[in-house]
T-cell receptor
Framework: GAGVSQSPSNKVTEKGKDVELRCDPISGHTALYWYRQSLGQGLEFLIYFQGNSAPDKSGLPSDRFSAERTGGSVSTLTIQRTQQEDSAVYLC????????????FGAGTRLSVL | GENVEQHPSTLSVQEGDSAVIKCTYSDSASNYFPWYKQELGKGPQLIIDIRSNVGEKKDQRIAVTLNKTAKHFSLHITETQPEDSAVYFCAATLYAGKSTFGDGTTLTVKP
């Protein structure tokens, strides 16, 4: 079946512009995660959605970052007034949401802020 | 919060040799420990996982061991092949939504 889909795969933007990154999770998965991966680094947790519960936003690095998940499915990560340090790969993952379970990752969006 | 340390950061082996990657974690309440493989330009993919009620798990050439007392777990790859070359990440999970990842190990298998 279809896996986690992220778009765009690459995004180049100018400093100060806003960007939106999209994630389509696996159908039926109630949990959705966003991570940031800087060059040569591990995965930095950003935000977690589980069903209709309030999201865990504890990993968002600043108030320029926000995310929403509409209808319990598609999610959008928005970065306002982008800075050069926002350049990274943004990964989305989804899981069945049954406790600590396997996360299935998308291929990521590579964001470059010039 | 949870802290995960992963070693080594890079590992180079000859084809056919074994590779071992180790991770330590700080929170004894962590109960789920997955290992992910990330190839260039792709997202991480689960290769094996272990839960805290099990000490060892094996899947063909890949095995994971867990020592809860010492709070460390290891990935073992035997008979390595060039296609095993990738970045490997460990993670420690407290509960859904609370996974902490290691910084990754770049494995190179030389033919």
């Amino acid at each position: 079946g279809a896996g986690v889909s992220q778009s765009p795969s690459n995004k180049v933007t100018e400093k100060g512009k806003d960007v939106e990154l999209r994630c389509d999770p696996i159908s039926g998965h109630t949990a959705l995660y966003w991570y940031r991966q800087s060059l040569g680094q591990g995965l930095e947790f950003l935000i977690y959605f589980q069903g209709n519960s309030a999201p865990d936003k504890s990993g968002l690095p600043s108030d320029r970052f926000s995310a929403e998940r509409t209808g319990g499915s598609v999610s959008t990560l928005t970065i306002q007034r982008t800075q050069q340090e926002d350049s990274a790969v943004y990964l989305c993952a989804s899981s069945l949401g049954q406790g600590a379970d396997i996360q299935y990752f998308g291929a990521g969006t590579r964001l470059s802020v010039l | 919060g949870e802290n995960v340390e992963q070693h080594p950061s890079t590992l180079s082996v000859q084809e056919g040799d074994s590779a071992v990657i180790k991770c330590t974690y700080s929170d004894s309440a962590s109960n789920y420990f997955p290992w992910y493989k990330q190839e260039l330009g792709k997202g991480p993919q689960l290769i094996i996982d272990i839960r805290s009620n099990v000490g060892e798990k094996k899947d063909q050439r890949i095995a994971v061991t867990l020592n809860k007392t010492a709070k460390h777990f290891s990935l073992h790859i035997t008979e390595t092949q060039p296609e095993d070359s990738a970045v490997y990440f460990c993670a420690a999970t407290l509960y859904a939504g609370k996974s902490t990842f290691g910084d990754g190990t770049t494995l190179t298998v030389k033919p």
